[in-house]
Each structure stands twice: as C-alpha cells, then as structure tokens.
C-alpha cells in the first residue's frame, strides 16, 4: 500500500532560498520572462546593473527591467510557513528598523511593510508555540439532526457538553493526541481512536501546524476536533503458498492429463466401428504396412489409453503407466442398435 512520507525542509531549500544572498525569500518578487524569484532588495539591487536574469541570463527588459518583475504573495506565504519563526523574526527587524530611524516614510506602505503584523493575525505559526484547542465526542451527522428539535425548545441547556479545552504545541502530532485520549478513558486496544476536524478524518502524521494551515482556522478562538472510538480493523492473514522445488510440476493437471490430450477411459470409451481393427486393414507399425498387402490375421488392438492418445499425438514418450489389455478375448457391442459377433 503506498504510503505519504514528509519531505525535510532541507529538501525544499533550493525552492526557498534567493540565488544571491543565500537566504530565504524575503518579499518574494519573480521575473515575469523567466519565472525566476529572489529577495525584492536583491534583484532591485540586481537590476541596477545589469538587464539580465542572474540565472538563466534571459533578457528581463532592455531599457527598464523594473517593470517586469512581480510580487510573488503566494511564494512568500509558503516560505512563512515553512520556515519556523521566519515571519516573527523579519517583523521585529522592521519594527527595529523604523524605531531608529523615526522620519522614514514608507510610501503606500501596509502594517506588514512596518513590521506591526503579529503572528496569530498571518496565521504562521512556531513549532514551539502553544496552540489551544477544544476536543468533544463526534456524534455523527444523524445525531445532531436528532438533537436539533431539544435544543430548539430550550432543552439542551440541561445536558452538559462533553468539550474538553488543551493547551498543546504546534508540532505535536493528531496520533500523540489520540494515545493522549486513549490513555485518559482507557480505551482497550481492541479500538482504535480517530481524531477528526468537523467530518473529516485527521491524518495521524499532521501536525497541530499543519491542521492550522489546511483547514479554515482563523484563531480566533480554539482550535476545535473531534474524536470518536470505533473497533479496529483486523488484517487477514493470506496463506502462503509453498515453494516451488526444482523438478515439481505446479501447473493443474499432469503431464499425461492435460485438456486438449486427455482421452477417456476404457469403460467410458463409446461402442463405435471405428475403434475394432479391421482383418483388412493393417495397423500402424505392422510388417504388412511395408510390403505387398495381403490379408494377413491381426490381433485385435487393446483401446487406447491415455497414455496412448498422448503418445500418439505428441510422437513422444510419457511417464504414465499404461492400462494392461483386457483378458477377454471378445465382448459383444452393438453398432447403431445392431449386435455385432465377437472377436476371434
């Protein structure tokens, strides 16, 4: 069964990371002819100088190259939130920033320009940052709609809820939550834990980060699973078919017994003419094959084996026995309903 690995940020880091000053894209800005991103400060730099993409040399513009550079929103979201702490590290250097230097205006410049964005309010989270959430018991879409008409008569106010609040890292794992869970009520191992979000199935390898940033959390209030206990499913054992030795025929039937060579039985054969030797007719293999014909007594033939109609067809030799011939000297058979005389 193919399985989903996690790739390393260390794997992604030529993805991430500016060709000119080494670090991780800070405003991201890619070049509309080429699709090249770097820092916004360093191709601006960059630029100045030079009309040409510092990595494929493509011409950016041949009198203003400025224009043809983007801000790339996407890129930089993803480096935030890849990056642990990358995002609150480059506000506090803004916010550095504009407090020494107290007269210097940013033109059409945003809270994030200035470095007065917080964390919680991008939506980056930190591997060590605590993350609140609230867990209750999933009833299942059947059982909330049953519990709509006491809620709407003013009922429900007697029930009290099962929703417990945690205080849990950003990198913890939903699987460290469900042995979390299963330790508290003691489930037995015979069932399973499964941690959900609204009606979906968590998988056990996300992360608290990682449910943060697939579904639509907005932080502002806890980060709200669910859970439910269900019987674990038991893995069928298959037996395993024995090895095949050297020499051993492993197909169906055997060598002499197979479909298009197999012939019947001598007490199944059916009464025809055509199986009795005629006196005339020589058979195979006789002295009068090879000379003059002559009438000349023959024995009777014994009825062909399987063996037989193997040998025949195939012009070879078998390794089945053969069925010794019949100690009668003649049987009676009929013929389309008429008694023919025995053998002699």
Not at 246 to 270: F, M, R
Request: aromatic letters at 6%; one cysteine or more; glycine letters at 6%.
């Amino acid at each position: 069964m193919h399985r989903t690995t996690r790739i390393k940020i260390t794997e992604l880091n030529p993805h991430l990371m500016c060709a000119l000053c080494g670090g991780y894209f800070i405003d991201a800005t890619t070049i509309v002819e080429c699709l090249h991103s770097f820092c916004k400060t360093c191709i601006v730099r960059y630029l100045e100088t030079n009309k040409y993409c510092p990595m494929c040399d493509v011409q950016v513009h041949k009198t203003r190259p400025l224009l043809s550079i983007r801000s790339d929103k996407t890129l930089q979201d993803i480096v935030y939130k890849l990056v642990p702490g990358l995002f609150k590290d480059e506000m506090k250097r803004r916010r550095d920033f504009y407090a020494a230097y107290p007269l210097t205006e940013v033109p059409n410049g945003s809270n994030e320009d200035r470095g007065e964005v917080l964390e919680q309010e991008k939506g980056a989270l930190s591997d060590d940052e605590i993350v609140s959430l609230s867990i209750e018991f999933y009833e299942g879409v059947r059982d909330r709609e049953e519990k709509k008409g006491p809620l709407e008569n003013g009922d429900g106010d007697k029930e009290k809820t099962g929703v417990r609040f945690l205080r849990c890292p950003a990198a913890m794992t939903v699987m460290h939550l469900a042995k979390f869970l299963r330790n508290k009520m003691d489930v037995p191992s015979k069932y399973k834990v499964e941690v959900l979000y609204e009606d979906e199935p968590l998988k056990e390898y996300y992360t608290l980060m990682d449910i943060a940033y697939i579904y639509p959390w907005r932080r502002n209030g806890p980060l709200p699973l669910k859970y439910r206990v269900q019987p674990a499913c038991k893995r069928l054992t298959l037996p395993t078919a024995p090895t095949p030795s050297e020499g051993t025929n492993t197909s169906g039937a055997s060598e002499c017994e197979s479909v298009s060579d197999k012939a019947p039985s001598p007490a199944t054969l059916p009464a025809t003419s055509s199986s009795l030797p005629s006196p005339a007719t020589p058979s195979h293999g006789s002295p009068s094959s090879h000379g003059p014909s002559a009438p000349h007594p023959t024995s009777p033939t014994p009825p062909a084996t399987a063996s037989g109609a193997t040998t025949a067809a195939n012009g070879g030799t078998s390794n089945c026995l053969q069925t010794p011939p019949s100690t009668s000297r003649g049987r009676k058979m009929t013929v389309n309903g008429a008694p023919v005389p025995p053998l002699t």
